[in-house]
């Protein structure tokens, strides 16, 4: 069987390579706390507008959003080591908890409430 270059491309993997399977979906690459702030110091010791700041940013493989996220983060005190939302603290998941909780007894409540008035 010959395959034309459109199915050899429809094929390819990220690697380049031809297969006869799909290829897998890219994994997210997460970053730790330390890494963020090598990064950050790297990119704020640069003369701002420099060349230089981009060429850190191609050769660690990052965009500038990483940077603006990540300064966001340290400047909230919520610099996590993953790409993604700030770790969820306990207090903010019993608090969470207790409001689903609270909303469900007022919808409980409400209801009963209905009941008794329209047996008066």
């Known amino acids: 069987m010959t ?16 297969t006869d399977e799909q290829p897998a979906r890219p994994k997210r690459r997460t970053f730790t706390k330390a890494y963020k702030a090598q990064i950050l110091a790297a990119f704020d010791a640069l003369p701002e507008g420099s060349p230089e700041r981009g060429a850190l940013l191609r050769k660690e493989r990052l965009y500038h959003s990483h940077i603006e996220h990540w ?42 409430e209905s009941r008794t008035s329209a047996k008066a």
């Open 71 to 112: 300064r966001k983060q340290a400047e909230n005190g919520t610099l996590a080591a993953s790409t993604g939302k700030p770790k969820k603290d306990v207090e903010s998941e019993e608090l969470a908890a207790l409001r689903a909780e609270n909303k469900k007894l007022k919808a409980d409540t409400a209801r009963l």
């Open 3 to 18: 395959m034309t270059l459109a199915d050899q491309a429809a094929m390819t993997g990220q690697d380049g390579r031809v």
